[in-house]
Every structure is written in C-alpha cells, then in structure tokens.
C-alpha cells in the first residue's frame, strides 16, 4: 500500500520569495544547502541534493502552489513516480509551507517524512531567520 504524508511550516519569508527559490536553482540550493538544478516550467525537470530527488513540474500556480512528480534513487525500479503539492500560504510572520506527499512506496514513507524534515525544513530554517 502506498503513503502518504503531510507536513507544514511557517517560514519568515514572503511566500513570493519562498516560491521563487524552490524553483531556482541557486536558490534551491542556497536553503538546502546542496546542489539542485531545475527548470522552473511546466514540464521543466529538477534535481535535488546532488541528484538524489529528482522529477518534473506538473502544475504552477504563481506564488502559490507547485505540484510535481518525485522520486530518489532508492525507489524501486517499477515504482511510479510520487507527486509533491506545495501550498505557499502567506501568513503572520511569513508563509506557511503546506507540502503534501502522496503515492510513496509503503516501506519509504518514514524516511521520506523525517527526510523532509531533516533536509528541507530545518536548513530552511536556518537560510530564512
């Protein structure tokens, strides 16, 4: 059975800011502190964290929402491809990160949310105090 998670956060950073660096390649970069590369299109590819993550953008809805399709390279081979859903929400004291990760291969889903957490949510604290 697949997984699914959903994990929020509010950052001190205007939800423009945050959309644009999640779809930047020095910015991605700069808040994770490892190297992405992406196309910041519909269709565009990206890859994360030295290659580790990578996929392609579905939907973008300026400012507001990306969804794309996510894998690792620990997927198993036959595994569809998972689908992340941002929601940049401007909120008091910044923007609310709302991500929502849905068809994760069952035995993954623990990793991957403490990975969120670990590797995006924490130095995105950092990069944004």
């Known amino acids: 059975m697949d997984r699914y998670i959903e994990l929020s956060e509010i950052f001190p950073v205007e939800s423009s800011q945050l959309y644009r660096d999640w779809l930047s390649s020095p910015g991605h970069s700069a808040f994770t502190g490892s190297l992405a590369e992406i196309n910041p299109k519909v269709g565009g590819k990206f890859a994360a964290w030295d290659g ?41 004291g910044g923007t609310r990160l709302t991500i929502y990760h849905s068809n994760i291969p069952d035995a993954q889903a623990d990793g991957y949310e403490a990975g969120w957490k670990d590797y995006y949510f924490k130095p995105m604290r950092e990069y944004y105090r």
């Open 52 to 92: 580790y993550i990578w996929g392609f953008t579905l939907e973008l809805e300026p400012n507001r929402r990306i969804v794309q399709s996510w894998r690792t390279t620990e997927f198993p081979k036959d595994a569809p491809d998972s689908r992340i859903e941002l929601i940049f929400e401007a909120v008091n």
